[in-house]
């Protein structure tokens, strides 16, 4: 009978749940959480892999007048995205996804889950730094790859249309069964200004290294998007407030321009201009063996420019490549530098009518730029001149930053400045012309497909 | 279960009366050859008591005093009765019963939680007996297994993992579809082939729900049981000797048809050297070929020369080089030894394995060492005491190059006309990486010799991989009331693993490095010297625990088995990052990794980089399972048997909510032996008659899904900042996905039982299958979004079949001959699939996405017209005009209007194996056959070979008009037309039949037994011979396509293998 009495302790001791819910407690792996610490969020930001490198500006790079390529390197290219949107063509994907558009709306759903996730943490007087930096970071991400997305799949903003204008799918939660449409120009903007305003009040003015957003990075791209909205009070007063907060400009004097790449690779740590570092991957078309620099960007270059050599390199055939990526390698830097800002604030004072402000900060950057026994400052008076000089300016300074495309469609809408962009492929003359619908690429096919949304004119 | 076990034991008790009785311990045994037998029955005519004999064949029983008589019996053998006689038997009586010719072979299946003689299981196994294993040979166990049991298919042929096999086709889409391996009734989820085949006594698959679900949440995709080899009380010791070589042949490198001759590679480099397509800079990497035309051009050679070296590519054949430097013929050697044998209170089990194999590429090799030594203990009444120990080192050599290690960078292949090495047998360089050219100038550079020669590599690299097992099993059981026993069993299993690879100076790993590292003024950034890598090394401590209530009893015709217990399991795996020494010198072992690895250097030819930063990345991964399970049988008659089981599973999975983390299953089944009926009237031709029929449910554990968001964690070298990635976005309503299987069966005996064999029907519901939920983009759930799973409950999946086994001893005596046939039909279709349909139709074809009412192995295609009698182009239909307009057919073409090829595995499979015997030679061979699937076949669209894709199919384009008539391969073109290419890859064209009989293989064997041969010193000798991967006899496709082997290289190649058992 004693043998009884064990058995039944036997059983009940397997019977007992209890114990166990203890013993599948233990977490799986060590390296994996349920984000919900401010740290887990800030190790999402953090993840430059995904939030910094191959940033949302190929289709922009691929379809802009930087470059050029031959019939037989044209023909030998095996990506549609490079080989259709070389000639901006009806059909530019060929079916297949877009990595400039997933990979900019997998950024924004990070950044929402960050968002959505500190929304439900009440940070301690210790903590709130730290909650401030990293929902200032999401903000911005979220509006930076919003910004990108506008540059490609919408039309460029114009106060009197954007209203009406297709946008692009704000998505502003990570819900994945939520459909929100494409909503309106003036949306988009909207929101991606709200976001930056709200990131620069939450950023600190230092970050760890320059792939964390800061201030002086969100005051610098409030300051790009309202320049591009044609707010030049605004763009004015926010580049001026990233100049307030961080000025400083690399002098190319001091540079060795026979290296063969200008700057170091070094995540920008080393460079004092760069202000948020971003890069895109120089792709196929774009890349050393293939890419021709635009002759009529070579020739911009006045005597005296260190720009022509410290660009450029000439790898013989009469091929000239490019070499002064902030980036320090082949990639091209897409992200926000001091430079921009000079420029930025030269065009809106010119705009508003502030001359001599203009040539101040025009002449600084150029100050940087040229050969100190050859520079001459910028002296003009004239309005039309000084914008065009400036202009100009951000054509030779800004190269392959992803923002040329940009400046292209926003200048379009001014007649005197409106650029055609011309291509010669195998004997066939393709124009792109200041109006077209093609400056404005096509939505992924599969996004239209399931999210059933309508389709860009082309 | 609980109360179900209480109310037993009130039944066994009640039975047990009190008076005039004595308890008598006995063992029942196989007269042949005193092997326990499990479970027969033990009944005392006398005092009425019966009860049945446990795994080692002990029973204990009440006996009427002073006289009794046991009736024991057991299916299979002869029924016998024993008189007891108080004052004259022993306290012990063994019983050995003599095997009945007549009936079945009995056959004891172990599921790895109980064994039951097949007569009383209702549920479906197939069971693979040591004779048949030992069949063919080899050092893998899985591979025995293909085409001898029912409903086990191996998907990729030659298989050795679990991967490789499906039992009854799938039931699952996206998480684990590999069946659960039990090896001595614990899980074994490590890598199996550390597993000494001659140690494996059987293997047993559970295939329905009623044989699988007691193992619960993981045999949805059914279970494979192995069992090893124990020894036997009472036996005098068994000496076993086996050894055996295995010879294969050298590969065909011609077999794979993804290559053109060099001077067809040489004239397409030409053309395309002409058009100027090749970029002539150091860093990108130029054929061999067209390096020659640019220094004839340049006027770097003379006439002469370049008609000289174009000769010698021209004759050259990188497969002819291959063969003879790279590829060899596989060699295996294997030995083992084992010992066995017991007296009344102990048997054991020692054995010894030694294996080694020289791989079919020069430079691969492969030893592995096992040793195992199991005892067992009756140190008091009731008990017995189990204690194993199981030991496995492995070691091998992979350095190995293959013609895939030769191509000059990703995406290309090597050239055909590539020459390894020059008439004196000096190793040459072949393009990689970079410009030959530029690594001509190297020297002048002021850098290292630059060149890649494949030879080098070879004799100067020594990668190598060493891991060592520990299984240890401890086991107690005690019986006690004569129907109960208890067993507690732990088993430890712990494998570690290093790998490390030396690279001598002489190699090109280390020269590129060094010479991409030399700065401008000469400095060397990594030092010139000999490499060490060391791999991640991996560590992992199982413990595995359970405690088992058996009950096991019988009273008149009633015949009660059933256990019920709890189970515990726990597996941590650690690794830890591998290390890199750099100016390592082997014998002095002193070496530096002390580097800036957060400078940028500029580097050779072109760009600046890192060092690459010794990597930090940890694991450590615990896996926690515990279940609780119960299993009842009840058999009445001998004929009528109930079954059922129950259980419960749950893990730590993470991300999950407590309540989610456990899953309850269930099985019923019932049999019913119709030939012992009464009035059963057809016993002259159908003597043997047995149905059978089971439900239940299993499931299958994804541990990728999360209902909530889960990140994880590593450190970043670049920030040095901690950083995460996001896995999962969360979906709060997964469910498990579960597995219910409906199984009905006949067995049967006809003919005097000449002809015996099973069908069986199953039907396999699997449902919440979980999936990728396809979302628009936007969503941020992509292909971009690589490690991020957005998973659901998405469908539902049918899978139905027949599995046919059928023996025939067709001729009995002296001279014999045995057939075994078995057949399989399985199919599977998506019943309901609830995310939206993929519209992308370019992934139908790559990896086609579920959709309801198809298989899940479905394969699409465009439809085919034909090419175009002017150009040679592929015909397509737009809007119904037949034309030309690819980028409208192909960007316009709806999903629904795709042609369904078929299927990609066979739907019909199944073998034919013949045993001939003549006293006591034997020859048997196994043919193999698959029918009812289709695969798409290689080919080359117009003007891929300017784009490295190769195929043999460019002798057989269009060149003019009329051969339309004979053939479906385009005609050339100067460049591919993405949207042109993909009408004619994707379309019917190339769809091909896979249906063949293939000969697995042969076996002769001749064994000198000491009853006949009686001066032998030993108890028998056996010598056998045996071939395998014999080819194929048969095949529905005219492309000389072996279909297991459509895109590889090379196909099986032929063994022969010569071996000798020694039984003392």
Partial sequence: MNDIKTLIALIACLALGACGKEFLEVKRSKSQAVPAEISDFQGILDNWREMNSSSSHRLGIVGADEYYVADNHWRALSDPYEKNGYIWADDVYEGKEVDDWNAAYYRILLANMVLEGTDNIQPSPAEQEAWDKVRGSALFFRAWNHYQLAQLFCKPYDPATASEDMGIPLRLQTDVTRSVGRGTVEATYSQIVQDLKEAAELLPVESLNKMQPSRPAACALLARALLNMGDYAQAGEYAGMCLSLRDELVDFNRLDLTTNQLFVSDYGASNPEVLFFCFAASGTITSNSRFHADSVLLDMYAPGDHRLSGYFRDIGGGRQVFKGSYQGGTSFFTGLATDEMYLIAAECQVRNGNIPDARNYLNTLLEHRYDASLFSPVSTGDRGQLLRIILDERHRELVLRGLRWEDLRRLNKEPEYATSVVREVMATRYELPPGSPRWVWPIPDNEVDLADIPQNDR | ?1064
């Fill in chain 2, 1 to 1064: 279960m609980k109360l179900i076990l209480i109310t037993l034991f009130a039944i066994s008790i009640a039975a047990s009366g009190a008076m005039g009785q004595q308890t008598l311990r006995g063992t029942v045994v196989s007269a042949a050859d005193g092997s326990p037998l499990v479970g027969a029955s033990v009944r005392s005519t006398v005092r009425g008591a019966s009860t049945i004999s446990d795994h080692s064949g002990r029973f204990t029983i009440a006996v009427a005093v002073p006289i009794d008589t046991l009736r024991v019996t057991y299916v299979g053998y002869v029924s016998k009765d024993t008189v007891y006689i108080a004052s004259q038997s022993a306290g012990e009586m063994d019983i050995r019963l003599i095997h009945d010719a007549s009936t079945l072979e009995e056959v004891v299946i172990n599921t790895g939680y109980y064994e039951v003689p097949r007569e009383r299981a209702t549920g479906s196994f197939t069971h693979v007996d040591n004779e048949l294993l030992n069949r063919s040979v080899g050092p893998d166990i899985l591979q025995r297994l293909e085409g001898i049991a029912p409903g086990v298919q191996f998907v990729n042929a030659g298989g050795t993992s679990p991967s490789d096999i499906r039992i009854r086709g799938v039931a699952t889409i996206e998480s684990d579809e590999t069946p659960l391996i039990v090896v001595d009734n614990f899980p074994y989820e490590l890598d199996i082939s550390t597993i000494n085949p001659n140690d494996v006594e059987s293997i047993t698959v559970l295939r329905d729900a009623a044989a699988a679900s007691i193992w619960g949440a993981r045999a949805g995709n059914g279970v494979i049981v192995i069992t090893t080899k124990q020894g036997r009380y009472n036996q005098k010791a068994r000496i076993s000797v086996n050894s055996n070589f295995t010879m294969g042949e050298k590969p065909d490198l011609y077999y794979n048809p993804n290559r053109l001759p060099g001077a067809t590679v040489m004239e397409i480099e030409r053309e395309l050297f002409e058009r100027g397509n090749y970029a002539e800079q150091p860093q990108t990497v130029i054929p061999a070929y067209a390096e020659l035309l640019i220094k004839q051009r340049d006027g770097l050679i003379s006439q002469a020369d370049f008609a000289k070296e174009e000769a010698q590519m021209r004759q050259t054949d990188i497969r002819d080089e291959a063969l003879r430097y790279l590829y060899r013929g596989e060699r295996h050697q294997q030995y083992a030894l084992n010992i066995s044998g017991g007296g009344d209170n102990y048997r054991y089990y020692l054995a010894a394995g030694y294996d080694r194999n020289n791989g079919i590429l020069v430079g691969n090799s492969a030893e592995r060492l096992n040793i195992n030594l199991q005892n067992t203990f009756r140190p008091l009444k009731g008990l017995e005491v189990t204690t194993g120990v199981w030991y496995t080192q492995r070691q091998t050599a992979n350095n190995g190059i293959g013609l895939s290690d030769l191509a000059p960078g990703s995406g290309q292949t090597v050239s055909t006309y590539a020459r390894l090495a020059d008439d004196q047998g000096n190793a040459l360089p072949i393009p990689y990486e970079r410009r030959l050219a530029y690594y001509d100038e190297a020297a002048e550079l002021g850098l290292l010799d630059w060149h890649f020669r494949p030879l080098d590599e070879l004799a100067h690299t020594d990668r190598g991989s060493h891991d060592t097992e520990y299984r240890l099993n401890a086991s107690v059981r005690y019986s006690f009331l004569n129907s109960f026993s208890v067993q507690a069993t732990y088993q430890y299993v712990r494998p570690t693993g290093t790998s490390e690879t030396y690279y001598g100076p002489e190699t090109y790993y280390v020269r590129n490095l060094v010479n991409r590292f030399t700065q401008v003024d000469g400095a060397q950034i990594v030092p010139y010297g000999g490499m060490l890598e060391g791999g991640l090394n991996g560590l992992t401590n199982i413990h595995s625990g359970r405690l088992q209530l058996n009950y096991n009893r019988e009273f008149g015709l009633h015949r009660i088995t059933a256990l019920a217990g709890g189970e515990i399991r726990q597996s941590v795996g650690q690794t830890s990052p591998g290390f890199r020494i750099y100016n390592y010198d082997r014998d002095l072992l002193t070496g530096t990794a002390n580097f800036n690895y957060s400078q940028s250097y500029p580097t050779n030819p072109t760009g600046s980089a890192q060092l690459s930063a010794p990597s930090v990345s940890m694991g450590h991964v615990t896996d926690r399972f515990l279940s609780y399970f119960g299993n009842a049988s009840y058999t009445y008659c001998d004929r009528y048997t109930l079954s059922g089981s129950l259980r419960w599973d749950g893990s730590n999975l993470f991300g999950v909510k407590t309540n989610q983390k456990g899953v309850p299953l269930w099985s019923i089944g019932g049999s019913w032996e119709a030939s012992k009926e009464a009035f059963y009237s057809v016993g002259d031709w159908l003597p043997y008659l047995r149905l059978r029929a089971t439900y239940g449910s299993a499931g299958n554990v994804n541990k990728q899904v999360s209902v909530l968001p889960t990140i994880n964690y590593a450190s970043d070298g670049t920030t040095g900042l901690p950083f995460a990635r996001v896995r999962n976005i969360g979906n709060p309503s997964l469910r498990w996905e579960q597995v219910n299987t409906v199984n009905a069966a006949v067995d049967f005996g006809l003919f005097n039982r000449r002809i015996q064999g099973s069908v069986e029907y199953y039907n396999k519901y699997a449902s919440d299958l979980i999936g990728e939920d396809y979302l628009p983009p936007s969503t941020g759930v992509s292909l971009w979004a690589t490690n991020l799973s957005n998973d659901i409950n998405y469908a539902n999946l049918r899978t139905q079949g027949w599995d046919v086994q059928l023996t025939g001893r067709n001729f009995t005596g002296a001279f014999s001959w045995e057939t075994t046939a078995l057949f399989s039909q399985v199919r599977n279709r998506i019943t309901n699939f609830n995310t939206p349909e993929v519209s992308t139709i370019s992934l139908y074809f790559s990896s086609p996405p579920p959709s309801a009412g198809q298989s899940r192995d479905v394969v699409y295609t465009y439809p085919w017209i034909g090419l175009d009698h002017e150009t040679g182009m592929p015909l397509v239909e737009v809007d119904g005009e037949i034309g030309m307009e690819y980028t409208d057919y192909i960007r316009n073409f709806r999903k629904e209007d795709l042609l369904i090829a078929g299927v990609r595995i066979p739907p019909y499979y199944g073998s034919l194996m013949n045993t001939f015997s003549w006293n006591d030679l034997q020859l048997s061979f196994n043919i193999n056959w698959k029918a009812g699937y289709v695969f798409r076949r290689s080919s080359i669209t117009p003007g891929e070979e300017y784009f490295n894709v190769y195929h043999m199919d460019y002798f057989r384009r269009w060149e003019k008009p009329g051969d339309e008539a004979h053939t479906d391969v385009p005609a050339r073109a100067e460049t591919v037309q993405a949207y042109r290419s993909q009408s004619y890859m994707y379309s019917a064209a190339l769809i091909t039949k896979g249906d063949h009989i293939r000969l697995q293989d042969i076996r002769l064997s001749y064994t000198f037994a000491r009853n006949r041969f009686k001066t032998l010193p030993v108890e028998y000798i056996r010598v056998y011979a045996y071939t395998h991967n014999l080819g194929i006899l048969w095949r529905a496709n005219g492309n000389g396509i072996d279909p297991d082997y459509q895109l590889a290289e090379y196909t099986a190649p032929r063994t022969f293998a010569m071996g000798m058992q020694l039984d003392f």
